[in-house]
């Protein structure tokens, strides 16, 4: 992996990788996360290579024919060709593209560096998670609709995706969103002896 990170000229990613992957809270990345990063960052630095200025959707459709099991093959091949007509060697970057195990082994063998999980309150990791999901909801959704709106599928402006989630409690009938359930400690039942 640190040949790839050189080969591509991207030297400060080993430091970002880094960072996120030994942060606490919020700011800690998983190793999944780390991979995509850096296969997008990858894809980036090949399309740039071969003169393109890509958007995130036009890197996330490249790492998804290159990865992505669930793409269909007609699609997959057709983005493939895209990748090819661009002027990107398509094999050698799948061959670079590197797994979750390799961040891993890269961060803690080449960098010595090792991930301690904080202790933290079991609420605020509750609501960490709970952020986390509700931020990738967000960022797949929006990747979705952008790639249809690119491809002519969905007339679609500028958009903005929300996701309010509420928690509804079926005894006191209170319905809150469920950052601010939390926070409060609860609904307005009344606790029974």
Not at 131 to 148: D, F, H, M, N
Not at 176 to 191: D, F, I, P
Request: glycine share 6%; charged share 30%; net charge negative.
């Amino acid at each position: 992996m640190a040949r790839v990170i050189d080969e591509y000229g991207l030297d400060d990613l080993g430091d970002e990788l880094e960072g996120r992957w030994t942060a606490t809270g919020d700011d800690h990345w998983s190793l999944r996360d780390l991979a995509t990063h850096l296969n997008e960052e990858l894809v980036r630095e090949r399309l740039h290579d071969a003169g393109t200025n890509p958007s995130t959707a036009d890197v996330e459709s490249a790492l998804r024919a290159l990865t992505d099991d669930e793409t269909g093959a007609a699609e997959q091949t057709q983005l493939r060709r895209r990748l090819q007509r661009a002027g990107v060697d398509v094999e050698s970057l799948a061959g670079d593209l590197v797994t979750y195990q390799a961040v891993r082994s890269y961060l803690q063998d080449y960098r010595d560096a090792s991930y301690e999980p904080d202790a933290t309150d079991p609420v605020d990791a509750a609501t960490a998670t709970i952020q986390k999901l509700r931020g990738r909801l967000v960022s797949v959704t929006e990747s979705k609709l952008e790639g249809l709106r690119k491809t002519s599928r969905l007339t679609l402006g500028e958009f903005r995706v929300i996701v309010d989630l509420h928690v509804l409690c079926t005894e006191c009938n209170s319905q809150q969103n469920v950052t601010s359930l939390l926070a409060a400690g609860g609904c307005e039942c009344e606790e029974t002896d």
